[in-house]
């Protein structure tokens, strides 16, 4: 499983980091865990708000998004 957290390094941006590190480790999975801030790598995804969750290719608009639901994305519930 790949992640990505797409932001700029806002606030919102770091909680979902936050989040996502501990949703990965109470399901204690092994996943890779990237953040994207790069303008161009944004621009190729075409992210058109941020924070921006990827899993596996699939994206989540995820600014307010609590532990609880990246869980159930993480375990394959959409």
């Known amino acids: 499983m790949n992640i990505e957290i797409l932001g700029d390094?806002?606030?919102?941006?770091?909680?979902l980091k936050k989040?996502?590190?501990e949703a990965v480790e109470e399901l204690?999975?092994?996943?890779?865990?990237?953040?994207?801030?790069?303008?161009?790598?944004?621009?190729?995804?075409?992210?058109?708000?941020?924070?921006?969750l990827i899993i596996d290719?699939?994206?989540?608009?995820?600014g307010g998004m609590k532990a609880s639901e990246i869980k159930k994305l993480l375990q394959g519930g959409d």
């Open 9 to 15: 390094g806002c606030s919102k941006c770091r909680q």
């Open 19 to 21: 989040r996502v590190h």
């Open 28 to 52: 204690d999975l092994e996943v890779t865990v990237e953040s994207v801030s790069d303008a161009a790598r944004l621009a190729e995804l075409q992210t058109l708000s941020l924070p921006m």
């Open 57 to 62: 290719g699939r994206a989540y608009a995820a």
